[in-house]
């Protein structure tokens, strides 16, 4: 793996993340303090911090048909990972903002994708390159 990215973000309660974060999305837990955890989320380290009452508010930009609530963070997964966490989630009951499904379908960014909120209204995406080489690929997107 390359250098891991370190995130850290908003959350109205710990103990609410930490039972997402661990329970629903799988992620290990690491050092933690009263106002705030981290978490492994495959190989990077993201720290949730506590900020009372906070609920994340999401803009929304047009991508390949979707609105894609924006800002956002999640990983790049293996298609067998992807399609691994998308069940994960359904049984936990996780509703979605955008359902699991390939976008730019023929195109070198062909990929599946989805989105949902964590308990915070923070917005996540997990994808899976169809081609694990384009995920860094130079192009420009025409719709």
């Known amino acids: 793996m390359s250098c891991p990215f370190h ?35 495959y190989g990077h380290q993201i720290v949730a911090h506590l900020v009372r009452g906070f609920n994340a508010a999401a803009h929304h930009n047009a991508v390949d048909g ?3 609530p924006v800002p956002h963070f999640g990983a790049a997964l293996s298609v067998e990972g992807f399609h691994a966490l998308a069940e994960r ?23 599946w994708t989805m989105f ?18 384009n995920l860094f690929a130079k192009y420009v997107v025409t719709d």
């Open 89 to 111: 989630l359904k049984a936990h009951n996780v509703k979605f903002v955008i359902e699991p499904h390939l976008r730019f379908v023929g195109k070198p960014g062909e990929q």
């Open 66 to 68: 979707d609105a894609v």
């Open 116 to 133: 949902f909120h964590d308990p915070s209204g923070n917005a996540l995406e997990f994808k899976a390159m169809t081609n694990p080489d």
């Open 7 to 41: 995130l850290a973000f908003p959350v109205r309660d710990v103990e609410e993340a930490r039972q997402f974060y661990c329970g629903v999305l799988g992620c290990s837990e690491g050092r933690s303090a009263a106002t705030w955890v981290d978490f492994n989320l």
